[in-house]
């Protein structure tokens, strides 16, 4: 897989109270990825950003959440999230990442 594609599909860490109590309790980060990422593909990256052993990749397509404002309808844009568990020796340090 070539380098540059590497770099592209991890845009984002996804800090949340769920993602913190993943990464205390199942050794496990949550990432915004590209649309068109693949699992392999989120593994390869993580590997090669990281330098960390991935144990399992899991996808999710958030979908866009219709939202009012002011009277008005609008709607978020949908995106997707990659759960990555590492390794039990393996941790990464992504706070300042975002």
Request: hydrophobic share 40%; aromatic share 8%; proline share 2%.
């Amino acid at each position: 897989m070539k380098q540059e594609r590497l770099l592209k599909i991890i845009l984002s860490p996804h800090i949340s109270e769920k993602a913190t109590i993943g990464v205390e309790k199942r050794n496990e980060y949550v990432f915004q990825v590209i649309d068109n990422a693949t699992k392999p593909e989120v593994k390869d990256a993580i590997e090669h950003l990281f330098n960390a052993k991935v144990k399992s990749v899991r996808i999710v397509n958030v979908r866009a959440k219709a939202k009012l404002f002011r009277g008005f309808e609008g709607k978020r844009k949908a995106w997707k999230k990659a759960y990555v568990t590492l390794q039990a020796d393996q941790k990464l340090d992504i706070i300042g990442a975002q």
